[in-house]
């Protein structure tokens, strides 16, 4: 398993743009998939974006596609969400995943969690 730290949530206005951060800890970073989840209030985790473990493919959720980015950079073991245009529905907590493999499939690691909230 990775140890996985999220960042960079906040309270952001409707249209506005955040950028989320996972540092993971481990040797196995780079080798593995990582995605992002999240979680709105009352609701169930929900898939938001992923990435292969070199970068190379990337998959969004149909709600995202279009105003968030995902990212990574190997060497310094971060996964990125860029987001923009956001809207109040957007407001969750929102979770890093790492998989176990370099492709998609079981995930055996999740970050805490850091919270946006997109006022209207």
Do not use: H
Request: glycine fraction near 14%.
């Amino acid at each position: 398993q990775l140890q996985l730290v999220e960042s960079g949530g906040g309270l952001v206005q409707a249209g506005g743009s955040l950028r989320l951060s996972c540092g993971g800890s481990g040797d196995t970073f780079s080798e593995r998939a990582m995605g992002w989840f999240r979680q709105p209030p009352g609701k169930e985790r929900e898939f938001v974006a992923r990435i292969t473990w070199n970068g190379g493919s990337t998959s969004y959720a149909d709600s995202v596609g279009g105003r968030f980015i995902i990212s990574r950079e190997n060497t310094k073991k971060i996964v990125y969400l860029q987001m923009t245009a956001l809207k109040p529905e957007d407001t969750a907590v929102y979770y890093c995943a790492a998989y176990v493999d370099k492709w998609y499939g079981v995930i055996d690691s999740w970050g805490q969690g850091t919270r946006v909230t997109v006022s209207s």
